[in-house]
């Protein structure tokens, strides 16, 4: 494990139940101590109108890591700190998180399985992905699109509000 290559991986963070900004925290320092992975840049914390029925306005953030982790393993780590800090198995798509890890980008790796989809599906869909990651890494390229990621901010068609978080 030692001479493995470590991997640039974009995530997004966001949580809209309790102290949105606590949360966030503490997940970051879950992360961080992770072993092999660090975390590299982190954008502003950003706030985001809720989708779905949900009605608690989001609290997001994207943040680059570096990891040795491959994707399943990642993943599951993810899954592991959302649990360790509470979060329920939702039935309801957009529900209520006290905290949501997702994988955004894995080097330029497509990855299409069931349970994990690299790059993230919904990411040039929602304004509040974009805004962060767009904030930390403009100009990485879209490995299924072809297009830098302040591109993809651009052409969003989400109307959904994002603004600096102001706490």
Known sequence: M???MAHQVYMGIGSNVGNKKENFFEALS???KLPDTKIIKESSLYESEPLGDSTEWYVN????IETKFR???LLKKFKNIER???RK???KRWGARIIDL???LYDALVVKKKTLRIPHPEMPHRKFVLVPLSEIAPQVIHPELGVTISELLVNVKDDKKVHLYHS
């Open 61 to 64: 953030g994207a943040i680059e």
């Open 102 to 104: 997702d994988i955004l």
């Open 30 to 32: 879950r992360l961080a």
């Open 84 to 86: 360790a800090m509470g």
């Open 71 to 73: 994707p399943d393993m």
């Open 2 to 4: 030692a001479n493995a």
């Open 89 to 91: 198995k939702v039935k």
